[in-house]
């Protein structure tokens, strides 16, 4: 009986081996699983950034009265058109928001945003001085971002004029 007792404790003590071994394989399964998860959220991310970057291309290219805008001109033209050029704009800021959130450490994302920004300042200074509220309904990065250029522009109420820069 000894001998058979033995024996029980053998096979008992490969079985735990095997069972952590079985739970060590399923703890690396499961961190892979949350591997490709991440992976799949920023592909996403990353595609989702690029289509809505894409859109606003495709904007500009069918308005560029909008894209390189004579904002004094638009300012003086009919209510529709303020909107469309509001809407414009307002797609533009969201575009370059998925860029940056999606591809924070690639700096040409932020210097084509920042490109395509400089023509529309004017009007985010009059829309920030009308209604704060406006740049509120983005991210605080993009409202960082909006601030930044327009201070380094020079471009300050009461006329928020594009300064020399």
Same mark, same amino acid.
């Given at each position: 009986?000894?001998?058979? &007792?033995?024996?029980?404790?053998?096979?008992?003590?490969?079985?735990? /081996?095997?069972?952590?071994?079985?739970? *060590?394989?399923?703890?690396?399964?499961?961190?892979?699983?949350?591997?490709?998860?991440?992976?799949?959220?920023?592909?996403?991310? &990353?595609?989702?950034?690029?289509?809505?970057? /894409?859109?606003?291309?495709?904007?500009?290219?069918?308005?560029?009265?909008?894209?390189?805008?004579?904002?004094? &001109?638009?300012?003086?033209?009919?209510?529709?058109?303020?909107?469309?050029?509001?809407?414009?704009?307002?797609?533009? /800021?969201?575009?370059?928001?998925? *860029?940056?959130?999606?591809?924070?450490?690639?700096?040409?994302?932020?210097?084509?945003?920042?490109?395509?920004?400089?023509?529309?300042?004017?009007? /985010?200074?009059?829309?920030?001085?009308?209604?704060?509220?406006?740049? &509120?309904?983005?991210?605080?990065?993009?409202?960082?971002?909006?601030? *930044?250029?327009?201070?380094?522009?020079?471009?300050?109420?009461?006329?928020?004029?594009?300064?020399? *820069?």
């Amino acid at each position: 009986m000894t001998a058979m &007792a033995q024996q029980a404790a053998w096979w008992q003590r490969y079985g735990t /081996l095997a069972q952590m071994a079985h739970a *060590t394989v399923a703890l690396l399964g499961f961190g892979a699983v949350l591997l490709q998860i991440n992976e799949i959220r920023w592909s996403n991310r &990353a595609s989702a950034a690029r289509t809505a970057y /894409l859109g606003y291309t495709d904007l500009a290219f069918k308005n560029p009265k909008f894209a390189q805008p004579d904002y004094e &001109a638009i300012k003086a033209g009919s209510r529709e058109e303020r909107s469309q050029y509001e809407s414009f704009v307002s797609y533009f /800021l969201y575009a370059c928001e998925e *860029t940056f959130a999606a591809f924070a450490d690639k700096r040409e994302w932020q210097a084509s945003c920042d490109y395509e920004l400089k023509p529309h300042l004017a009007f /985010l200074c009059e829309k920030n001085q009308a209604q704060p509220a406006y740049l &509120a309904t983005y991210g605080a990065e993009t409202q960082q971002w909006v601030k *930044t250029s327009l201070k380094t522009a020079g471009v300050a109420p009461p006329d928020c004029k594009l300064g020399k *820069t």
